[in-house]
C-alpha cells in the first residue's frame, strides 16, 4: 500500500499495523547515529533504576528497550499494538528473562493492575495517536499503572527540528510543499504526529504529571547521520559524551528530532 493510501485508513490500529509494512521498524536504531537516542535514553532511565525494578514498555516496537532491561535482570512487561512486532519481541524472549509481551493499545491497559510498576515507558503511542483525546487517555493509562513514587518516560518528534531534517536530508523541496502550515509552522500529522516542545508540556501538565527532566533525545544526530555513521570508534565516543552535555540544556531541546520528557505523580 502507498504513504498516501495509509493516511485514508479511519481505524487508528490498522493505519498504524499497514505503516509498519512499510518502515522496517527492527531497523530504526540499527546505526551509529541512531544509538544516540536509545543510549542516551538508557542513560536517563538508568538514572531511576534500581534493583528489583518493575518495568513497563508500551508502544514497545521490537522491543529494543524490554530486551535491554530484561536481559539485565529486570522484570519487564512490553505491550505493543502492531501484531508483527509482537511476534518479533516473542521471537526473542529467552527462557532467562523475566517478560511478558501482549498485543494491545497503550488507550486501554485495563489487564494491568493499577500502580504495579516503578518504570513507565511510552516510546511510540504519543506520536501516533492522531486525537488529543487519545494521547491524554494513554497518559492517564501510563500514570494509573505507574506506582506512586515510580517514573514515567515519555517520547515525542519534534514538530520544528522535522521541517530542518525533512528539508535537508530527504525532500529540498519540502518547504515549498504543504506538508506544513507556512505561517504557523505546524507539520501535517502524517505519518507521525508532531509537538513542539510547549505543547509536549502542556500535555503532561495538563495530565497531572509533574515533569522532572526534559532531554533532546537524539539532538542532532539525524541530520548529521553520515558524519557520525562514518566515525571511528574514539570519534563516537567523543561525540556521545558530547551529545550527553548537550541534551540536559534547555537551549537544546527544540533542535532534537525526538524528544524525552521525564515525569512523576
Ligand atoms: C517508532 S516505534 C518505537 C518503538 C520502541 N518503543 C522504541 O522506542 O524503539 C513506535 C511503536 O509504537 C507502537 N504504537 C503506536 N500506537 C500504539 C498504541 N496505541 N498502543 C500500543 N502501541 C502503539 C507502534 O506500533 C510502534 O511499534
Redesign the pocket.
Known amino acids: 500500500m502507498k504513504i498516501e493510501d495509509i493516511s485514508k485508513i479511519e481505524q487508528?490500529a490498522d493505519r498504524?499495523s499497514a505503516l509498519?509494512d512499510i518502515f522496517d521498524?527492527g531497523s530504526?536504531?540499527s546505526t551509529k547515529a541512531r544509538q544516540v537516542e536509545f543510549l542516551t535514553t538508557v542513560r536517563q532511565i538508568e538514572k531511576s533504576l534500581r534493583p528489583g525494578m518493575k518495568i513497563l514498555?508500551?508502544?514497545?516496537?521490537t522491543g529494543?528497550?524490554s530486551l535491554y532491561f530484561a536481559k539485565r535482570g529486570f522484570d519487564v512487561t512490553a505491550?505493543?499494538?502492531?501484531e508483527k512486532?509482537v511476534m518479533q519481541i516473542k521471537g526473542k524472549v529467552d527462557f532467562q528473562m523475566s517478560m511478558e509481551v501482549f498485543q494491545?493499545?497503550?488507550?486501554d491497559i485495563s489487564m494491568i493492575k493499577d500502580k504495579t510498576y516503578d518504570i513507565v515507558?511510552c516510546?511510540?503511542?504519543l506520536y501516533?495517536?492522531s486525537k488529543i483525546q487519545d494521547r491524554m487517555k494513554?497518559i492517564a493509562e501510563v500514570k494509573k499503572v505507574c506506582k506512586k513514587d515510580g517514573k514515567m518516560f515519555f517520547?515525542f518528534i519534534s514538530n520544528d527540528m522535522v521541517i530542518t531534517t525533512e528539508t535537508m536530508l530527504y525532500e529540498e523541496d519540502f518547504l515549498k510543499g504543504n506538508n506544513y502550515n507556512h505561517d504557523t509552522f505546524k507539520v501535517v500529522d502524517f505519518p507521525f504526529v508532531f509537538h513542539t516542545v510547549d505543547q509536549c508540556r502542556n500535555l503532561l501538565r495538563e495530565s497531572d504529571l509533574k515533569v522532572t527532566s526534559e532531554i533532546a533525545a537524539d539532538g542532532l544526530s539525524e541530520l548529521l547521520e553520515d558524519k557520525i555513521n562514518n566515525m571511528d570508534e574514539e570519534s563516537y565516543s567523543k561525540w556521545l559524551n558530547y551529545h550527553y552535555y548537550c541534551c540536559e540544556k534547555p537551549e537544546f531541546l527544540g533542535t532534537s528530532n525526538h524528544l524525552l520528557f521525564v515525569a512523576e505523580k
Not at 514498555?57 to 516496537?61: N, R
Not at 505491550?79 to 502492531?82: G, M
Not at 494491545?104 to 488507550?107: D, L, R, V, Y
Open positions: 487508528e498504524v509498519y521498524e530504526r536504531l514498555d508500551l508502544g514497545a516496537g529494543e528497550y505491550i505493543e499494538l502492531v512486532h494491545g493499545n497503550a488507550m515507558l516510546f511510540g503511542p501516533h495517536l494513554c517520547a
